[in-house]
């Protein structure tokens, strides 16, 4: 049959593993997808992410390439590598695409949905895919914030020290604040769509724009920290547990 | 201040724990909630429980009994005991309720719901509190079949054998199906409310509606299963991770 290059969707809940890239000795998200792997296809099996979570973080919609020369139909191949996954690991798509995809420098966008619980009692169901935060929050004032970041800029003051990229300069799509629900719940959710992120940059921007919900900054703050370039101007960093990959766009 | 009774509504992820009833040298919801009531209110503490959940079901509204003669301002007790309590753990509310009631005797219904996820892929984030069933379930079928236990009725044959209870009449308020909800997602509720219930008698029904859901049983084998008041005529017991007790009325 010849290898075939695979485009897999990974779903996972990330709060018992050391994120996405494998480490020798510790949980992480590639690490045990590659040992399922190599449990179907064979000794060689690697897969590559596009995007590397932290910890804690989870994911609906990673993807991940793989290549197999394995007579498995591709169809099937969902859930045979599901089957062989813990249970908080789930393979969604598993389809065939040209040789030579670039897994990485071929997203054309990613959505990140980050949960905020804001009711008096911790959210025992939940509390491990969301930040409890109790008290009033100015979602308003979150989102008028939030719709400063819409564009092409220079988020450098967003992404935390350990990104060396020289190039801080990316686009978000939308930065939408969703508060509520009917029964005016408590649960917000932050959606950041862009063309790429810098490390940490969500959680950065949202421990930001809490500090918006909260009062201690207005809204327009956002437009300083983004002129000051420094890591130093913007908000605390969020909790890695409310933070989930929703989707990659091509 | 004298001793007062305070009555707590609990929540629990009870994923990870041993069942609700305090036992040596396991995790149970009693165990450390008694622990943490110890390191607040002294050695003598202790709770008693409205309902003795099984490994593996959560709850959002559990009810215990305590009775202190801490200092402690009622209204600060919730928050107090909850510091104390591992991230899966939360006291949703105490009151202060005359000596003598009896937390088990004196419930005049209970409501729980059991959570089916009929989707594809497994739900990885949800993964441990529903009942993953992929493929089409006649939703309508089980309602069907679930309005043929609302009432009061004789139900040993849906009490799992270690229930040596000799009353096995009970009172169905309500049996609820809620499927798909707006996106038609492929979750499916069913709410069960009673005055009590059997060993294992939620579990036991929800197992028999899907075998109506499956299209194994017509609806109509509800009254043969009631009928027979014999456990082997009713239908498998569901997972215990899919039920929640939501609430305890007095």
Redesign the interface.
Known sequence: MGIRNIKLTI???GSEYHGWQIQPGLPTIQGVLTEALRGLLGDRARVCGASRTDAGV?A?GQVGLIQIDSPIPTENL?KAI?DRLP??????EATEIPLGFDVIGAVKSKLYRYTIFTGP??P??Q???CWHLPGKLDTAGISEGASLLVGKKDFKSFASGADTREDTVRTIFRCDVTAGGEAEDGWVYIDVEGDGFLYNMVRNIVGTLTEIGNGRWKPEKIEEILEARDRTAAGPLAPANGL?LIWIKY
Do not use: G, Q
Request: proline letters at 5%; a neutral charge; glycine letters at 0%.
């Open positions: 779903a996972y809940d989870s609906l969902a599901t249970p908080d690991m789930a393979i969604v009692v911790r025992v169901l509390v491990k895919h989930c």
